[in-house]
């Protein structure tokens, strides 16, 4: 073995330990069709003072989203329905009333006076989160802008002494009383709250308030058995069309196709290796891009054993006809490649939920098929070719070529 070659068999054999390490140990995210979650539609409602506009729904939408963000939903589907609804879907959110709580309310925080004036909103917080008080309790810890922070440290400053009402959405949350200055612009919500009341709290402030009431149109829960039943006839029938391509490389190629079979299967280990790693939910599209990928990656490895045959059949030598099948074959390789990478960004970009789900498990199978065709076929070739040359021609079905 070249030198060259036993340096890029090592670095192989890393790379693939390392992707199966990181799938045996870090769980695979699985989207709302296979894992089961909440399926919420909600309407925006008008107030007296504020009409349903687009700008409006636009500001709807970004605060869920930032809420849904907080609370660490992955891969949740926000979308439009019409002027006036919203449809919010939760993997792994069974909890309807928890999340109706985190998503719904409005969340308008007010902190007044003892005369009943509201002084500070949630307009002047810039963050929130949870915390412990001096005992030990779960509370939300609260920071202020810099103009928010002037106006809570003249309100401790001059209200000493006195009770000064937090009110979230009309209801008295906490009645403090003021025992000093705050000057630092940074305050705790303390109260009889469970780590969960006080974690969502923390959500509702940091995202900000809805500017319109939403109501609950619709809410069920997706079962995850239904998922159990679509991960099962997907593994089904991805392990039946793997096994099938397996047959039919070994059938027609024989040994180079051998070598494609080992490609593919450190290239399906890499991919949900990296799958894991980045933490990416596999939906059911996402399924399907993973498979559509690893089409792919059987039609490289036939692309450049088609160009390897040509160039035997041309007169070269074999180590001469594998380095100029591989060069020929790359060009038409990277370019079917790339154009479709570019449209996976183009749909992870534009799509939502299942359809980026597809977008990332087509795009990391794109560019890890480019990878073991490339590099891993090429180099396994290699071995070959320098242990058997002849012996090699002939499993491609060329006779009386030279060394």
């Not at 989160?129 to 202020?144: H, K, M, T, Y």
């Not at 705790?188 to 709250?193: A, K, L, S, V």
């Not at 991919?271 to 059987?298: C, D, E, K, Y």
């Not at 299942?354 to 396994?380: D, E, N, Q, Y």
């Amino acid at each position: 073995m070249r030198r060259g070659d036993s340096v890029r068999m090592l670095l192989l054999v890393v790379i693939v330990a390392v992707a199966g390490v990181i799938l045996y140990k870090i769980p695979m995210n699985l989207g709302l069709d296979l894992r089961g979650g909440v399926h919420v539609v909600m309407q925006a409602q008008e107030k007296p003072d504020v009409k349903v506009t687009e700008e409006t729904m636009q500001r709807v939408v970004s605060v869920i989203e930032r809420r849904v963000n907080t609370m660490g939903v992955s891969e949740p589907i926000i979308q439009r329905q019409g002027a006036r609804r919203v449809i919010i879907q939760l993997p792994g959110v069974y909890d309807q009333q928890a999340a109706i709580d985190t998503i719904g309310k409005t969340a308008q925080l007010e902190i007044k006076n003892p005369l009943g004036e509201t002084v500070l909103t949630g307009a002047d917080l810039i963050d929130a989160r949870l915390s412990r008080d001096q005992f030990g309790r779960p509370s939300v810890a609260v920071e202020f802008s810099k103009e928010g922070a002037k106006k809570f440290a003249q309100l401790t400053t001059v209200y000493q002494g006195q009770a000064i009402p937090h009110v979230l959405d009309g209801e008295i949350l906490v009645n403090p009383v003021v025992q000093g200055p705050i000057t630092d612009g940074k305050g705790q919500i303390t109260g009889r709250f469970s780590v969960d009341e006080a974690k969502n709290l923390a959500v509702l402030l940091k995202a900000g308030s809805l500017p319109v009431p939403m109501e609950v149109m619709e809410i069920r829960n997706v079962g995850p058995t239904l998922g159990q039943q679509s991960i099962s006839r997907s593994l089904k029938a991805g392990i039946v069309g793997i096994i099938l391509i397996f047959i039919y490389m070994l059938a027609y190629y024989r040994l180079p196709g051998l070598v494609a079979d080992i490609a593919l299967t450190i290239y399906v280990v890499i991919v949900l290796g990296a799958m894991a790693l980045l933490r990416a939910t596999l939906t059911l599209p996402g399924i399907a891009g993973f498979i559509l990928s690893i089409g792919m990656a059987v039609d490289a490895n036939v692309l450049i054993f088609e160009r390897i045959r040509e160039e035997f059949r041309a007169g070269k030598h074999v180590r001469a006809a594998v380095a100029s099948g591989f060069d020929r074959a790359f060009r038409a390789i990277f370019d079917a490649n790339i154009t479709t990478l570019i449209t996976a960004i183009v749909l992870f970009y534009y799509g939502s939920g299942p359809v980026k789900g597809f977008a990332v498990t087509l795009s990391l199978g794109i560019l890890a098929s480019m990878f073991t065709a490339i590099v891993v076929t090429r180099l396994i070739l290699n071995l070959f070719v320098d242990k058997d040359p002849s012996g090699f021609a002939r499993h491609l079905g060329v006779k009386g070529v030279s060394q």
